[in-house]
């Protein structure tokens, strides 16, 4: 499944994924920097500052072509201000504008909203969660962003040429595979239907993937519950290390289309956000396009399930 090296002294590791051809440099070494500092406060907005916010969210957010937003429990969707693709939509989780943890009904009621404001656009879906500055997002606010796409993103894009190279090749899933595989490893967290595995290969610190048993977004959706309860609980055990912002990406095929490719969601966290605005994101994940990540995800998963 996976292509790993070491080099040196200092347990520096090399990592490249078959499947996809991506790879990470591991080096525990690099924890020793200290780096997360707990994280700064979420500042609490002046009232009306915030468009996310309830009495602002329907006022200041844009209403879908019939001039509705999808509410689902406490979530609300409508179409993004600022689209970067042509299905391009934001789903507000949560009515409080900060909150310490996640439930999972709050996440499971999003991805339904996010999943239902995208479901019709042709093309390849992901729904996608920025949070906390230090993440990328540029609101508080806890909010979702659905995406469809004319062609994949470059992860996505290896993802879908690899599973259906790997269905042609060996003629079973690669989840199935994978789960196999996983499930005795070191790796493996907890998840019967929906397992959490922390990805031997990972491309940011600490990544999980939540491997879903479909193929599309409307498969996958039956699955949402699981996987909100799932996310939650590793939410949980990112801030019990001391991680508050996180990056969440769920990728799906296209319904009766991509063949060999299983859904999947993947989790990882960030610095912290802090006052000297230090990046985890550097030349290395840029422009090498090669992460550097210092836990072990052997580390990662006996430590999970340790504490679950
Ligand atoms: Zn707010």
Redesign the pocket.
């Known amino acids: 499944m996976i292509e790993r090296s070491r080099s040196g002294a200092r347990a520096i590791e090399y990592r490249r994924e078959r499947l996809t051809g991506l790879a990470c440099t591991i080096s525990p070494t690099r924890l020793s920097r200290g780096l997360n500092h707990p994280p700064v406060p979420t500042p609490v907005?002046a009232p009306g500052d915030?468009?996310?916010?309830p009495g602002?969210v329907e006022r200041e957010t844009p209403t879908f072509p019939d001039g509705s937003r999808i509410r689902r429990g406490e979530s609300v969707t409508f179409p993004n201000l600022y689209p970067f693709a042509p299905c391009h939509t934001v789903t507000v989780i949560t009515r409080a504008?900060a909150l310490d943890r996640f439930e999972p009904r709050q996440l499971a009621d999003a991805l339904q909203g996010a999943a239902e404001s995208i479901a019709a656009a042709p093309g390849y879906a992901s729904i996608n969660w920025n949070y906390l500055h230090s993440s990328g997002a540029s609101?508080?606010?806890p909010h979702l962003q659905g995406v469809v796409m004319d062609r994949p993103s470059f992860v996505h894009g290896r993802h879908l040429a690899g599973s259906s190279r790997y269905l042609t090749r060996a003629g079973r899933l690669y989840r199935e595979a994978l789960i196999e595989h996983e499930r005795s490893s070191d790796r493996f967290l907890f998840g019967d239907e929906v397992p959490f595995v922390a990805s031997a290969v990972p491309i940011g610190e600490r990544e999980v993937r939540a491997l879903l048993p479909a193929g599309s977004l409307e498969g996958a959706v039956p699955y949402f519950e699981c996987l909100a309860t799932g996310l939650c609980r590793v939410l949980d055990l990112y801030r019990d290390l001391g991680s508050h912002a996180f990056n969440v990406a769920c990728f799906f095929g296209r319904e009766g289309r991509d063949r060999g490719f299983s859904a999947f969601c993947s989790v990882i966290s960030r610095i912290n956000p802090n006052r000297d605005s230090i990046s985890d994101s550097a030349f290395m994940e840029r422009l090498h396009l090669q992460p550097i990540v210092m836990t072990l995800p052997e580390e990662l998963g006996r430590y999970g399930r340790d504490a679950f």
């Open positions: 907005p915030c468009p996310f916010c602002q504008h609101l508080d606010h």
